[in-house]
C-alpha cells in the first residue's frame, strides 16, 4: 500500500514538471524506513534528477552514501538546526 502511494507521490510530481516546466518541492516524510534495499535503492536515484527533495529520516544510515556526499544534510537535535 506505502509502495502504491508513493509512486502516486512521485507520478504527481512528474506531472507537474511536465505541466509547468519546473519541479516542485517535493517533501518525503520519513519515507526510507517503510522501504526495503531496492525500493530506497529505487527511490534514491529516481530523486537525484529532481530539483528539490526534502527527506526527513531518523537514520542516516539507510541512504546510500554515495547519495549522502551528494546531499546537503541537515541535522536537529535538541531544538536547534545544524549542517
Given at each position: 500500500m506505502?509502495?502504491t502511494?508513493?509512486?502516486?507521490?512521485?507520478?504527481?510530481?512528474?506531472?507537474?514538471k511536465e505541466r509547468?516546466?519546473?519541479w516542485?518541492?517535493?517533501l518525503?516524510?520519513?519515507?526510507?524506513?517503510e522501504?526495503?534495499?531496492q525500493?530506497?535503492?529505487?527511490?534514491?536515484?529516481?530523486?537525484e534528477?529532481?530539483?528539490?527533495?526534502?527527506?526527513?529520516?531518523?537514520?542516516a544510515?539507510?541512504?546510500?552514501?554515495d547519495?549522502?556526499?551528494?546531499?546537503?544534510v541537515?541535522?536537529?537535535?535538541d531544538?536547534s538546526?545544524?549542517?
Amino acid at each position: 500500500m506505502r509502495t502504491t502511494l508513493l509512486a502516486l507521490k512521485l507520478a504527481e510530481v512528474s506531472w507537474m514538471k511536465e505541466r509547468t516546466g519546473e519541479w516542485p518541492v517535493t517533501l518525503l516524510d520519513e519515507v526510507m524506513a517503510e522501504l526495503d534495499l531496492q525500493r530506497r535503492a529505487d527511490l534514491l536515484h529516481y530523486v537525484e534528477g529532481s530539483e528539490q527533495v526534502l527527506l526527513t529520516a531518523t537514520d542516516a544510515s539507510m541512504f546510500a552514501a554515495d547519495f549522502l556526499q551528494e546531499a546537503e544534510v541537515w541535522q536537529v537535535a535538541d531544538g536547534s538546526v545544524r549542517r
